[in-house]
């Protein structure tokens, strides 16, 4: 039975108090994309919402299969935040598989036990036959790490990627999963998008206080919804495994609407 110590508490309510608010800017990037009038932002919204819910519900009904699909997709989200980061137009795919590989399954890598117990809360039954296929992962990795050196040698910016991963990956060794895991979504992920997205609204949004109103006010929405889950499932799970099923199903929740508007439609624009 995993139980959370003081620590990773605190790693969790970085993860609700710096982590999710990162997702909150999606408002400011609907105004990038032109959603700008009354009648476009809340459609916006209201789609917005709906992806989010249906999430929530699949992962209800499937979780084994909602959380393997919560697996790739942040695969895919960190490895092209941190390639669009990197300002390197070549070998998008192979930096993305990369990074974001390295992140997920360094922290399994480190943390077999611990993480598997959290996916079992996640999931509801055992993950432990994902265990066997782990090597893949891990071979995966490595032949991706070996090319990405390789192409270091031309592409000095790669240099600085590699530096980042030995660091991060380090660090996540030091450290039990879940803080591991909010180092980096925290100040890592986070900061670099929170960067991008400031550095065009600034360019491209006269108005300063839409960004800042509609950030708050999907922040505030989102805190009030996990209290709420939280309260909820407390009613026939453990305090621990309430917060966990919270974080997590609510960020798979945010992030399928928050990765479709980020990674496949405002980076085509603003990348």
């Avoid at 997709?73 to 990074?99: A, P, R």
């Avoid at 782990?134 to 050196?149: A, D, Q």
């Avoid at 803080?179 to 491209?204: E, M, P, R, S």
């Avoid at 453990?238 to 960020?251: A, D, M, Q, R």
Wanted: with cysteine; net charge positive; hydrophobic share 55%.
């Amino acid at each position: 039975m995993y139980e959370l110590s003081i620590i990773s508490l605190v790693a969790l309510c970085l993860i609700s108090f710096i982590g999710v608010p990162h997702g909150s800017f999606d408002g400011a990037v609907a105004a990038l994309l032109g959603y700008r009038s009354k009648k476009k932002f809340l459609i916006f919204t209201f789609w917005y919402i709906i992806i989010s819910l249906s999430v929530i519900f699949f992962w209800i009904e499937f979780p084994l299969i909602a959380l393997l699909l919560f697996i790739f997709m942040s695969i895919i989200h960190f490895g092209l935040c941190d390639w669009s980061f990197l300002k390197v137009k070549q070998f998008k795919w192979v930096i993305t598989l990369t990074h974001g590989v390295g992140i997920i399954f360094g922290i399994i890598f480190f943390h077999t036990e611990e993480s598997f117990q959290i996916f079992i809360y996640l999931s509801n039954e055992s993950f432990l036959f994902f265990e066997q296929y782990l090597f893949i992962f891990y071979f995966l990795f490595l032949i991706l790490f070996l090319i990405y050196c390789y192409l270091s040698i031309t592409l000095k910016k790669l240099r600085w990627g590699i530096l980042e991963m030995i660091a991060i990956l380090f660090i996540v060794s030091q450290l039990d999963p879940l803080t591991g895991f909010a180092l980096y979504f925290c100040f890592v992920h986070t900061t670099k998008h929170v960067y991008a997205i400031l550095q065009n609204t600034n360019k491209h949004l006269e108005n300063k206080k839409f960004v800042f109103t509609t950030t708050a006010i999907f922040t505030v929405v989102t805190w009030i919804g996990g209290c709420i889950s939280i309260i909820y499932l407390n009613n026939n799970f453990s305090f621990t495994e309430s917060f966990i099923k919270t974080i997590f199903i609510g960020l798979a929740a945010l992030t399928l609407p928050h990765m479709t508007l980020i990674d496949f439609i405002y980076r085509k624009k603003f990348n």
